[in-house]
C-alpha cells in the first residue's frame, strides 16, 4: 500500500489509546455555509489522460477504426474517460501564466469534490456498497461498514485498472517474463526485482498480518478492511472476465493478446505490488559500494587527505548553501567521509568477484547485452514490456513531484493558497488511480497506486489536502559479510556460508525458477529461467568480492523490507477525519509511513510539512557513505524519533516550496545523492513565489496556479549554470555571436515552450547551442570543468548522471542532477563569490582563472562547430531544434495509446487548493 513515483515514510508506530478511534465512525459538524463538506473551501484536481483505463474487443475496435495505430484522441476514437484529462492538461501549457486567474482554473482541472457535479451511472455491486461515476469517469464509492468501502475501493479500481494491477503484481513476483513475455527489458526486471525485494509465498502472504500485529486493534481492522479490498478485486474480475474468460467482451482485450487468464488475488499479491512500489521509489541511499570504489579511485591519484576532500567537495553531503523545504535545523547523518573507522569494510577496487542474487543457474541462458549486476541498483532505468508497449520505470531519477504552499499571511484570501502533486510519469492507463471513498472512519478523495488503492495516497481529506514529494533519505545500507565454509577450509567468493556472530552459518539459498510462455511482446519459444537468490540476516546479497583479500558478500539492508504494507496505517490516518484534523495530527499521521517522502498538508489555517522515513541511527565507527561490516556492533541502534524528522508549521518565509531538494538544514543527503549543491530545480519555484510575495505582496490561487506552471517549462540547468559560464568565458570574439543568443534566452526566462504551437521553441537556435554544449557529441562542459582538476579518467568515472532531459519524454526534467551544482558553485568561487559551504579545490583550469577561460571558449566553440556540422549550415542563428524531442510520450501500458504533448515539468496528478472553512477546532 505504497504511492508508485512518490511514496511514504514514517518512523516509530502511534500505537495507543488515541489510534483506535482512527476507525470510529465520526460525525461531521456542519461547515459554516450549511451546504456540505465540498464547501469547506475550492479543490480541483487533473490526472492524464484519463480515469477509465481498461480496453475491451469493442473499445479496441472503436480506436482501431479511427487510428489503426490505436492511439486514442479525446472526441474522435477514444473511449469514455479513456484521454478526456490530457486535453485540459496539456491545455494549460497554451496559456500565459501571468494571465492566469481563479476563474481559468476550471478550465484546465477539474472539481474535486466529495459529491459528483453529474451521476453518468451507478451501481450498487454488493449489500452495502453503492458506486456512483462523474462525468470524467471518477467512481464515488459509499459503504454501510469500513469493510464496504475497502471491498468497493477493490471493485472499482479494477474496473479501470484491471490489466495494469496485473502487471504490477507480476512485476512484484519477479515474474514478468513469464506473463508478459521473456524481452531483455522484462527478464533484467525480475532480476532487480529479486535483488531489490525477493520473498518468497508465505513471506508475502504473511506480511499484512504481521502489520496487523504491530498495529495491534488498529491493525486488525486494516487487515479486515484489506482481505474485502481483494474480494472486491476479485469480484470485479470475475464479472468482467465471467469463468475467467479472456475473450469475454467485457475482459480486458490484452489477455487474449497474451494469451493469459486472470488469476485471482491473494494477500501476497498486494505485497508483491506494494514492494515493488517500496522497494524502488520510496528508498534513498544504498549506494555505498559505488562510493567507495570511487572514493579509493581518486584517493589513489591524490593521496589520501586531498583525496579525502575532493570526495566531500563532490559529494555534497550536507552543503549549506543548498535549497531547503524546511527552515529549521535537523541535524542528521553526520560529518565528512571517514574511511578510516573501524566499521568501515572499503571493497577492493580490482577484487574478484563472483555473482549474487539475479544471477542465472541451471543452464538459463539470458540475452546477450543485459548490463551486469551491481550493488545499489541498476544504473539505468528499467523497463516492463507489455503485449503493445513498453512501462518505463525511472529508477535513476525517481524524485518528480513538487509543491508550492503560501500562507494566510500572503494570500489575498486570507487563508493558504495550494499547488502540489506527484510526478509518477506518464502512462497509458496512469499508475495512478483516482476514487472517492466515503464509509465509517474513512472520509477521503484523491490517488493512489493502482492495487494499493484501499487507501487514497495523496489527495483532500473533509477540510484539508496532502500531497508528497520525493525526499529520497537514507534508509539503506551496504553491509559487507566474511564469507566462510562450514567445513571450515578457507573461504572464497565463490562460497555461502558468512560469520554470524562468530559462527559459520549458511546463507539463505533460493531458486527462482518459471516457464515463459510466447507472447506477442516475445515470440520465442517457451524457456525456463532460473535465478539464485541468497540472504543473509540483514538483507539480499548483490555480489561477493573481496575486503583487503577478504572474501565477503555485499548485502543491501532496507529499513522497509519485511514491512513494505505497513505504511498503509499512515494512509489510512491521513483518510480519516477523525484522526487527522489539523497540521499536528497530519505531522502524527505522516509520521506513521515508513517510505521516504516530504509530506505537505494545507488546511484554511495552516500549512505544514513533514519528512517521513523509517530512518536507521547508525553505530558509532561507522560511515554514512561507506560498506560496514556485519558485525553485530556495527548494526543499526534505533530509528530517527518523529520529533527529530524535518518538519515545520507556517515557515516565516511565508511559503513552503519542494521539488525534491533538500529537506532541511543540516538533514545529511542520503549517500545515493550527490546533488544538494548550490543548484536544484526547487529554485525555479522558490524565485517565483518569494518575488511575489515581496515588499508585502499578495496572491491568490489563480496566480500561485501561474507560478508553479511558470516554473514547468524552465530550463533550469541553463538558469543556473549559464550565467557563470558566460561570465567565466568573457568577450571573446569568437563566440559572440552564440553568446548573444544565450543571454537573449536566459533575459527571457530560458524557457523551452511554444504556447502558440507553431511547432517551433522560442530561442530554439539557443536550445540547440546550450544541449550541444551541456553534453554533445561525447563533449560535455561541465566535465570539462571537473577535469581541470581531477582529469578525464576520474572525471567520467564520477558516479553521477551528467543531465536529466526533457528528450526522455517523461515530462520530470533536471531532477537530482550534481554537475549542475559542480559548475555553478566552482565558476562563481573562482570569481570571488564567497560561499557558506567552500569547495577546498578549485576544479575549473586546476584553479587557474586564465587556464579555465581557455578551457570554456574551447569548449564552446567545438560545441558550436558540431552543432552548424551536423545541421549543415554556417551560422548559429540558423540552428533549429525539433521540439518534439521533448515531447511527453505516455507510456503505453496496455493495447491503446495517447496522444504525445508539449513538454511540461509538472505533476502527473495536481491539486489546487483553497480552503475557506473548517470544522470546529478543538
Given amino acids: 500500500m505504497r504511492t508508485p513515483i512518490g511514496g511514504i515514510g514514517g518512523t516509530t508506530a502511534l500505537v495507543g489509546a488515541g489510534v483506535c478511534a482512527a476507525f470510529v465512525a465520526v460525525t461531521l459538524a456542519a461547515p459554516?455555509?450549511?451546504?456540505?463538506?465540498?464547501?469547506?473551501?475550492?479543490?480541483?484536481?487533473?490526472?492524464?489522460?484519463?480515469?477509465?483505463?481498461?480496453?475491451?474487443?469493442?473499445?479496441?475496435?472503436?480506436?482501431a477504426s479511427g487510428d489503426p495505430n490505436r492511439i486514442a484522441v479525446d472526441g474522435k476514437n477514444a473511449p469514455p474517460n479513456f484521454a478526456d484529462q490530457l486535453e485540459k492538461y496539456d491545455g494549460l501549457n497554451r496559456r500565459d501564466p501571468a494571465g492566469i486567474t481563479t476563474a481559468d482554473i476550471g478550465s484546465y482541472y477539474k472539481r474535486a469534490g466529495f459529491t459528483p457535479d453529474t451521476v453518468v451511472r451507478q451501481s450498487a455491486p454488493k449489500s452495502g456498497v453503492s458506486i456512483r461515476w462523474d462525468s470524467y469517469g471518477v467512481p464515488y464509492i459509499t459503504g454501510a461498514t469500513y469493510d464496504d468501502t475497502m471491498w468497493g475501493a477493490g471493485y472499482a479500481g479494477t474496473k479501470d485498472r484491471m490489466f495494469l494491477m496485473d502487471v504490477l503484481r507480476h512485476a512484484g513476483r519477479a515474474r514478468l517474463a513469464e506473463f508478459a513475455g521473456a524481452t531483455p527489458g522484462n527478464l533484467e526486471m525480475d532480476r532487480e526485482q529479486l535483488r531489490s525485494a525477493f520473498y518468497t509465498e508465505a513471506e508475502a502472504q504473511a506480511q499484512l498480518g504481521n502489520a496487523a500485529i504491530r498495529f495491534g486493534a488498529e491493525g486488525q481492522r486494516l487487515l479486515q478492511g484489506a482481505d474485502a479490498f481483494i474480494a472486491g478485486i476479485n469480484a470485479a474480475q470475475d464479472a468482467m472476465c465471467p469463468g475467467g474468460s479472456p475473450v469475454a467482451p467485457s475482459c480486458p482485450a490484452e489477455y487474449a493478446a497474451l494469451g493469459k487468464t486472470p488469476q485471482p488475488w491473494t494477500r501476497a499479491d498486494v505485497t508483491y505490488v506494494a514492494s515493488l512500489v517500496g522497494g524502488i521509489f520510496g528508498k534513498g541511499g544504498g549506494n555505498e559500494y559505488q562510493n567507495?570504489?570511487?572514493?579509493?579511485?581518486?584517493?589513489?591519484?591524490?593521496?589520501?587527505?586531498?583525496?579525502?576532500?575532493?570526495?566531500?567537495?563532490?559529494?555534497?553531503?550536507?552543503?549549506?548553501?543548498?535549497?531547503?523545504?524546511?527552515?529549521?535545523?535537523?541535524?542528521?547523518?553526520?560529518?565528512?567521509?571517514?574511511?578510516?573507522?573501524?566499521?568501515?569494510?572499503?571493497?577492493?577496487?580490482?577484487?574478484?568477484?563472483?555473482?549474487?542474487?539475479?544471477?542465472?543457474?541451471?543452464?538459463?541462458?539470458?540475452?546477450?547485452?543485459?548490463?551486469?549486476?551491481?550493488?545499489?541498483?541498476?544504473?539505468?532505468?528499467?523497463?516492463?514490456?507489455?503485449?503493445?508497449?513498453?512501462?518505463?520505470?525511472?529508477?535513476?531519477?525517481?524524485?518528480?513531484?513538487?509543491?508550492?504552499?503560501?500562507?494566510?499571511?500572503?494570500?489575498?484570501?486570507?487563508?493558504?493558497?495550494?499547488?502540489?502533486?506527484?510526478?509518477?510519469?506518464?502512462?497509458?492507463?496512469?499508475?495512478?488511480?483516482?476514487?472517492?471513498?466515503?464509509?465509517?472512519?474513512?472520509?477521503?478523495?484523491?490517488?493512489?497506486?493502482?492495487?494499493?488503492?484501499?487507501?487514497?495516497?495523496?489527495?483532500?481529506?473533509?477540510?484539508?489536502?496532502?500531497?508528497?514529494?520525493?525526499?529520497?533519505?537514507?534508509?539503506?545500507?551496504?553491509?559487507?559479510?566474511?564469507?566462510?565454509?562450514?567445513?571450515?577450509?578457507?573461504?572464497?567468493?565463490?562460497?555461502?556460508?558468512?560469520?554470524?556472530?562468530?559462527?559459520?552459518?549458511?546463507?539463505?539459498?533460493?531458486?527462482?525458477?518459471?516457464?515463459?510462455t510466447p507472447s506477442p511482446a516475445s515470440p520465442t519459444p517457451p524457456q525456463k529461467y532460473t535465478y539464485l537468490v541468497l540472504r543473509s540476516r540483514h538483507g539480499i546479497v548483490q555480489l561477493r568480492t573481496t575486503v583487503k583479500g577478504v572474501p565477503v558478500a555485499i548485502v543491501t539492508q532496507r529499513s522497509t523490507y519485511q514491512h513494505e504494507v505497513d505504511s498503509i496505517a499512515g494512509f489510512a490516518r491521513l483518510n480519516d477525519p477523525g484522526y487527522t484534523r489539523d497540521a499536528t495530527s497530519f505531522k502524527a499521521a505522516a509520521a506513521g509511513i515508513d517510505y521516504t517522502f516530504n509530506w505537505f498538508y494545507a488546511d484554511d489555517r495552516d500549512i505544514a510539512y513533514f519528512s517521513s522515513g523509517r530512518l536507521p541511527l547508525r553505530a558509532a565507527g561507522t560511515d554514512f557513505d561507506l560498506p560496514r561490516w556485519g558485525d553485530a556492533r556495527y548494526d543499526w541502534t534505533g530509528w530517527l524519533a518523529d520529533s527529530a524528522h524535518p518538519q515545520q508549521v507556517n515557515p516565516s518565509r511565508g511559503y513552503f516550496v519542494s521539488w525534491n531538494n533538500k529537506p532541511a538544514p543540516g538533514f545529511a543527503a542520503a549517500d545515493s545523492v550527490w546533488a544538494y549543491g548550490t543548484v536544484y530545480r526547487s529554485l525555479a519555484l522558490e524565485d517565483r513565489i518569494k518575488a511575489a510575495t515581496a515588499n508585502g505582496g499578495k496572491v491568490d490561487i489563480g496566480r500561485v496556479t501561474g507560478l508553479v506552471e511558470d516554473a514547468a517549462t524552465v530550463d533550469s540547468r541553463a538558469v543556473y549554470t549559464l550565467p557563470a559560464l558566460l561570465r567565466a568565458i568573457g568577450d571573446d570574439p569568437a563566440t559572440a555571436q552564440a553568446r548573444a543568443l544565450l543571454q537573449a534566452w536566459l533575459a527571457d526566462g530560458a524557457h523551452r515552450v511554444d504556447r502558440a504551437r507553431t511547432g517551433h521553441y522560442e530561442h530554439e537556435a539557443a536550445i540547440r547551442l546550450f544541449d550541444e554544449w551541456w553534453d554533445g557529441g561525447g563533449s560535455a562542459v561541465a566535465r570539462d570543468v571537473l577535469a581541470g582538476r581531477l582529469g578525464e579518467t576520474l572525471t567520467s568515472e564520477l558516479p553521477q548522471p551528467i543531465d536529466d532531459h526533457p528528450r526522455q519524454g517523461r515530462g520530470s526534467s533536471w531532477n537530482e542532477i550534481a554537475w549542475y551544482g559542480y559548475v555553478n558553485?566552482?565558476?562563481?568561487?573562482?570569481?570571488?563569490?564567497?560561499?557558506?559551504?567552500?569547495?577546498?579545490?578549485?576544479?575549473?583550469?586546476?584553479?587557474?582563472?586564465?587556464?579555465?577561460?581557455?578551457?570554456?571558449?574551447?569548449?564552446?566553440?567545438?560545441?558550436?562547430?558540431?552543432?552548424?556540422?551536423d545541421e549543415g549550415v554556417s551560422s548559429v542563428d540558423q540552428l533549429t531544434y525539433d521540439k518534439h524531442l521533448d515531447d511527453i510520450r505516455s507510456v503505453t501500458a496496455g493495447v491503446v495509446g495517447v496522444r504525445p504533448i508539449d513538454w511540461q515539468n509538472r505533476p502527473t496528478f495536481q491539486q489546487v487548493v483553497a480552503f475557506t472553512a473548517h470544522r470546529p477546532r478543538t
Fill in 32 to 63: 459554516a455555509t450549511g451546504a456540505g463538506a465540498d464547501d469547506y473551501g475550492s479543490l480541483w484536481n487533473i490526472l492524464p489522460p484519463g480515469q477509465s483505463g481498461t480496453i475491451t474487443a469493442p473499445d479496441l475496435v472503436q480506436v
Fill in 292 to 516: 567507495a570504489l570511487w572514493l579509493q579511485r581518486v584517493q589513489a591519484k591524490f593521496g589520501a587527505a586531498q583525496g579525502r576532500s575532493i570526495y566531500n567537495d563532490l559529494r555534497e553531503k550536507n552543503d549549506a548553501d543548498a535549497p531547503t523545504t524546511a527552515e529549521t535545523r535537523f541535524p542528521y547523518g553526520g560529518g565528512p567521509v571517514n574511511e578510516r573507522q573501524p566499521g568501515v569494510a572499503l571493497p577492493d577496487v580490482n577484487g574478484p568477484q563472483a555473482p549474487g542474487t539475479g544471477a542465472a543457474i541451471d543452464g538459463t541462458t539470458l540475452p546477450s547485452g543485459l548490463p551486469a549486476l551491481t550493488p545499489g541498483g541498476p544504473s539505468r532505468d528499467l523497463s516492463m514490456n507489455t503485449p503493445m508497449g513498453t512501462i518505463d520505470v525511472p529508477i535513476v531519477s525517481r524524485g518528480m513531484s513538487n509543491a508550492m504552499l503560501v500562507d494566510a499571511k500572503h494570500s489575498t484570501t486570507g487563508h493558504p493558497v495550494t499547488v502540489f502533486g506527484p510526478q509518477t510519469g506518464y502512462y497509458t492507463p496512469q499508475l495512478l488511480t483516482e476514487e472517492v471513498l466515503d464509509g465509517p472512519g474513512i472520509k477521503a478523495r484523491g490517488v493512489s497506486f493502482a492495487g494499493t488503492n484501499l487507501v487514497v495516497q495523496l489527495g483532500r481529506g473533509v477540510d484539508y489536502a496532502w500531497s508528497a514529494t520525493s525526499a529520497s533519505s537514507d534508509l539503506v545500507d551496504t553491509v559487507a559479510e566474511r564469507l566462510c565454509n562450514t567445513d571450515g577450509s578457507p573461504a572464497t567468493v565463490s562460497s555461502t556460508a558468512y560469520l554470524r556472530d562468530g559462527t559459520c552459518v549458511p546463507l539463505e539459498r533460493y531458486q527462482h525458477s518459471y516457464l515463459a
Fill in 825 to 869: 558553485k566552482d565558476l562563481r568561487e573562482l570569481a570571488g563569490t564567497p560561499f557558506a559551504s567552500s569547495y577546498a579545490n578549485h576544479y575549473c583550469g586546476a584553479g587557474d582563472a586564465v587556464a579555465c577561460q581557455a578551457t570554456l571558449r574551447t569548449s564552446l566553440a567545438d560545441a558550436i562547430h558540431r552543432a552548424l556540422a
